[in-house]
């Protein structure tokens, strides 16, 4: 059971383009939404995160699109560099009692070409 | 900054052995995770513990288990391991309501 899908799975972008990457979810206790980066040979890191009170979030030359009542959300990354080819996952959390659980989607591995 | 230390880059084992990961964190984090990462599939959570000698089944928990003895050490075991088993395991920690911080993963052959 998908609760978080994620399109595409790959993605191809010249250098300076913008690379857009979109998740839809289903579960309305989703109270968080954090996009992570992983590059070859390491684990994912936070890149940037948006609450669903909030309909957008930049950060540099990043930006999360949220939409709350298509629950819908996706990452813009405007002039796209070299560095930025990695795997990006979209991630939704909930929180139950004392502890949380975030569900991945299935990954978009971004490739900027020179 | 916070660490996550997988123990083992690589790993090659057996089928049938018993195959233990281990995991430790320097933050004092009570939420540890462990998630298998497949191509195609994403990140998928195989068991979580949210505090000492506590454990839930996340949603792919069959043929694994889990220990917590210490706060800031979360293992993972497969009783007898299988070639379907044969991934890439991350490791996470968090304190609550705080994003997820990874280790650089641990890939598993089993032959």
């Known amino acids: ?114 | 900054d916070v660490k996550v230390t997988q123990s083992s880059r690589y790993l090659v084992k057996r089928t049938g052995e018993k195959v233990f990961l281990e995991c430790v964190q320097d933050m004092d984090h009570e939420n540890m995770f462990w998630y298998r990462q497949d191509p195609g599939l994403g990140l998928r959570l195989i068991y979580f513990s949210y505090d000492v000698k506590m454990k839930e089944k996340g949603d792919i928990p069959e043929g694994y288990s889990v220990s917590r003895e210490k706060k800031e050490r979360f293992s993972l075991i497969l009783e007898s391991a299988s070639t379907n088993q044969t991934s890439m395991y991350l490791c996470a920690s968090t304190q609550y309501v705080q994003p997820q911080h990874f280790g650089d993963g641990t890939r598993l052959s089993i032959l």
């Open chain 1, 1 to 114: 059971q998908q609760q978080v899908k994620q399109s595409p799975q790959s993605l191809i972008v010249q250098k300076g383009g913008i690379s857009i990457i979109n998740c839809a979810y289903e579960n309305t206790a989703f109270d968080y939404f954090p996009w992570y980066q992983q590059f070859p040979g390491k684990g994912p890191a936070l890149l940037i995160a948006i609450r669903p009170d909030v309909s957008e979030k930049k950060e540099g030359r990043f930006t999360i699109s949220f939409n709350k009542s298509a629950k819908q959300f996706s990452l813009h990354i405007m002039d796209s560099q070299p560095g930025d080819s990695a795997t990006y996952f979209c991630a939704a959390r909930a929180l139950s009692g004392g502890y949380q659980k975030v569900t991945f989607g299935t990954g978009t591995k971004l490739q900027v070409i020179p």
